[in-house]
């Protein structure tokens, strides 16, 4: 039985018996997931995604840049946090910390302790990344939110959440500067080596 076999399975009996399932239940159900694949519950929908050599490169170059500011354990990738609306458990591609911020009791950490968010498109659930997680980013008030699309080649920097939605944004070109000087994360990001799709 597959990963999705289990999971419409379990979306039947739910829709069957008609109760809610939990984002822990959900996230039980998907650990058997395959290696190398990105798995996120986005408004109670289940995304798998593989991770592409480019969108990793990204990944690390934006990673290795934040480390030269935050100390390791502030910076993560990947790591599930629970966003407000309906089951949203993002693992997002890179995730800045506040600066003594810890777990809950049952081992997470808190939207309310996300300072900066980082995506990387990929082509099959790019329109998460600009809609219902940046929506989700916004009312949780992560202050800022930055969004690299290979496809276009372009990044958009996204910040002062207000009233569920971000009121400002600015896009530039791989290969120019983004200054993150003014927001929380106070540095300037290089994306000369950002490899296009």
Do not use: C
Not at 94 to 111: D, I, L, S
Not at 115 to 120: P, W
């Amino acid at each position: 039985m597959t990963v999705a076999d289990v999971v419409e399975t379990d979306r039947i009996d739910m829709a069957e018996d008609n109760d809610e399932r939990t984002l822990d239940e959900m996230f039980r159900w998907l650990e058997s997931a395959p290696e190398g694949f990105k798995v996120e519950v986005v408004e109670g929908a289940v995304f798998m995604s593989p991770q592409r050599d480019n969108h990793w490169e990204i990944i690390a170059d934006i990673y290795e840049q934040l480390r030269t500011k935050y100390p390791r354990k502030r910076v993560k990738s990947d790591v599930r946090v629970d966003y407000p609306g309906h089951l949203n458990g993002f693992a997002s591609d890179v995730t800045v910390m506040a600066e003594g911020a810890n777990k809950t009791p049952e081992g997470r950490w808190r939207y309310q302790d996300v300072e900066f968010v980082a995506e990387v498109i990929s082509k099959g659930t790019g329109h998460n990344d600009y809609g219902p997680k940046k929506a989700a980013y916004a009312v949780a008030q992560v202050p800022v939110l930055l969004i690299a699309d290979p496809y276009q080649g372009k990044v958009h920097l996204y910040t002062d959440p207000k009233d569920g939605d971000y009121t400002t944004e600015t896009t530039v070109a791989f290969g120019t500067d983004v200054d993150l000087t003014h927001t929380p994360v106070g540095l300037t990001l290089t994306t000369s080596e950002f490899p296009r799709e």
